[in-house]
Nanobody, 121 residues
Framework: QVRLVESGGGLVEAGGSLRLSCSASGSILNIRAMGWYRQAPGKQRELVALFSNSGSPVYADSVTGRFTISRDSAKRTVYLQMNSLKPEDTAVYYC???????????????WGQGTQVTVSS
């Protein structure tokens, strides 16, 4: 089994910053891609930022220049530094990992439980 644990959400004023963390644990052979998605009320879940299979970071246009994704591969952890936050960034942020399980050698996608980010105007 694999578990993704997120932390770092909260309430912040517009223009402020937050840092999210997501750690993967369990029966993991290799992580192919890992990153962040978000879902605002009444909207579809969308990509925010991730490290792709090639290892390169990918960002949504709406967060480019404001958000930075980083990682600690040894800790199987990704971070999302969010600066210059806007009210439209308000959403539940989910961590997603595309990985190979050690126990089954199967490729699977896992999601975290989500962490709320609220940006007040």
């Amino acid at each position: 089994q694999v578990r993704l644990v997120e932390s770092g959400g909260g309430l912040v004023e517009a223009g402020g910053s937050l840092r999210l963390s997501c750690s993967a644990s369990g029966s993991i052979l290799n992580i192919r891609a890992m990153g962040w998605y978000r879902q605002a009320p009444g909207k579809q879940r969308e990509l925010v930022a991730l490290f792709s299979n090639s290892g390169s970071p990918v960002y949504a246009d709406s967060v480019t220049g404001r958000f930075t994704i980083s990682r600690d591969s040894a800790k199987r952890t990704v971070y999302l530094q969010m600066n210059s936050l806007k009210p439209e960034d308000t959403a539940v942020y989910y961590c997603k990992a595309d990985l190979y399980e050690l126990s089954t050698l199967s490729q699977r996608v896992y999601w975290g439980q989500g962490t709320q980010v609220t940006v007040s105007s």
